[in-house]
């Protein structure tokens, strides 16, 4: 080998080593779960809730004409019960606008839904999630996970994280006005009790 | 009648084409059975459930995965083969929900094809390296080579 072959073959192994470190250390961190959904920009799954307590069924699909707001929690979830009351406020503050705040119970038991509607309160529908099919059409990797679906019943943006009252009132305000939404990613989601 | 003897030395030459057509041979065996594997397999469910990464797992299939989350997933798919969906069908149902993140192979095409081209790449690259350095070391020695050769033998004590 040349020592101008040898500069080469050195300076393209150095430059292939520099670019994989960069994407190792730039990827490493980056949590799946919290990964932005493929569903944005696409119309919302058509599933059907059965409501804990009442027994009635609400399709998803009924709520067309208006701005869903679908939050995927559970009772085991420390976050979830974090952004509860911001939940209850949303529902109260944004109900004369049309606007829908729908609770799936993920991967729960329904006593223990109840249990903790009872300790923290009511103020929206909530929905079991008969074997997942709620969560597997919205692809969602933890809780809480909160959907925000436009009144042409399209996915618009994804809260990973607990919601905070403010993001989902901006969130709102924006697509009342018809102004793009953006999806944000506010902290850890919880896989399993 | 088999007769023992000395077994001559193979040359270097022999080696190396020995050593070649084994790996090559290893590779062809490998492509064949990942190509055809999937298709040949008699429990397609189980098949696609090993292809799919259970979403809230971090790199076990949803075959594997003793989630509830995964054995509802495992039950989707009976459900959607035994409804004539192809597996084309399903694995892009997948993607259309949790992304490509939930193919356990990447996929051949966009950016997943460097993950399967650069293994390719980087063996032909080696290949044309070690067949150019044994052209280089195969070629006659030249007549000003061999005075030279000659020269500095006699120069020695």
Known sequence: ?193 | MFRAGRLRPLSDRIRTITALLVIAASLAITVVVLATGSSDSPDRVHALAERLKCPICTSESVADSPSQVARDLYELIEEQVADGWTDDEIVEFFIDTYGEQVLLDPKAGGAGAVLWIAPIAALAIGGVVIAGRHARNDREITDAEKERIAAELEKRP
């Open chain 1, 1 to 193: 080998m040349t020592p101008r072959t040898r500069i080469v073959v050195i300076t393209a192994v150095g430059l292939i080593t520099v670019v994989l470190a960069v994407v190792f250390a730039t990827r490493f961190g980056a949590d799946p779960r919290l990964s932005p959904s493929p569903l944005i920009g696409r119309p919302a799954p058509d599933v059907t809730l059965d409501l804990v307590e009442s027994g009635e069924m609400l399709p998803l699909h009924d709520l067309r004409d208006q701005i869903v707001v679908v939050n995927f929690w559970a009772p085991w979830c420390v976050p979830c019960r974090a952004e509860h009351a911001d939940l209850l406020a949303l529902a109260e503050s944004f109900g004369d606008l049309e606007v829908s705040v729908v609770g799936i119970a993920y991967q729960s038991r329904e006593d223990d839904v109840i249990a903790f509607l009872d300790d923290l309160g009511r103020g929206y529908p909530v929905g079991m999630d008969e074997r997942s099919r709620a969560a597997i059409g919205f692809g969602v990797r933890g809780v809480p996970e909160t959907y925000f679906v436009d009144r042409n019943g399209t996915v618009v943006a994804k809260i990973s994280g607990p919601i905070s009252l403010g993001l989902a009132a901006a969130t709102l305000d924006r697509m009342i006005m018809g102004d793009p939404v953006e999806s944000a990613r506010t902290g850890e989601v919880q896989t399993t009790p």
